[in-house]
């Protein structure tokens, strides 16, 4: 079986027998996750950054929000000031979010988190943005520690300065 999302909607269960009759209605959600995400920076001339998170063709309408480590799913506040664009086609979502931070406002490194969930459902996909206040330098990764991001960072440094 190979659902797809027109499957999405409430159905009804009905249950008769000779003496009584009971039914349920509920809801089922057949979602689409994204079929491409990406976040990126660009400095600003005012000495900031300028972070965008997009997600592509999901279904339904999902929800984006940008956090900084600390990062606690379901406890941690988004962050505020961010632009949000939502648009639909050919039944599926395309979403985005922008915004912009001044480096003095940030300690370095600063890792942004970007998370685009499906309500209803139990989908969430993060990406995280490692960013060097005053630097042009920048790391994206998945959904990896900040150890992790730490050692890749350190390995290509040493890398780059090996050769």
């Known amino acids: ?20 009759e009971d ?9 689409a996750p994204e079929k491409r995400m990406e976040m990126s920076h660009v400095q600003t001339d005012t000495d900031g950054a ?4 997009a997600g592509f063709g999901l ?13 606690t799913p379901k ?16 039944g599926h979502y395309d979403i985005s979010a922008n915004a912009v931070f001044r480096d003095r406002d940030l300690r370095s490194p600063t890792i ?15 990406k995280r943005l490692v960013y ?9 990764s998945g959904s990896c520690s900040l150890r992790e991001t730490v050692a890749t960072w350190l390995l290509t440094v040493t890398l780059l300065v090996s050769h």
């Open 23 to 31: 039914f349920m209605i509920q809801k089922m959600v057949v979602y």
């Open 132 to 140: 060097y206040p005053g630097s042009i330098t920048s790391y994206l």
């Open 75 to 90: 406890l941690s506040k988004p962050l505020q000031g961010v632009t949000i664009e939502t648009s639909s086609r050919g």
């Open 59 to 71: 279904y339904p309408e999902p929800r984006i929000a940008f956090y900084r480590d600390p990062y």
């Open 1 to 20: 079986l190979n659902p797809t999302t027109e499957l999405s909607g409430e159905y009804r269960c009905a249950v008769s027998t000779f003496t009584d």
């Open 50 to 53: 300028n972070v965008t998170c």
């Open 112 to 126: 942004f988190i970007c998370e685009i969930c499906i309500p209803t459902t139990e989908y969430c996909r993060r």
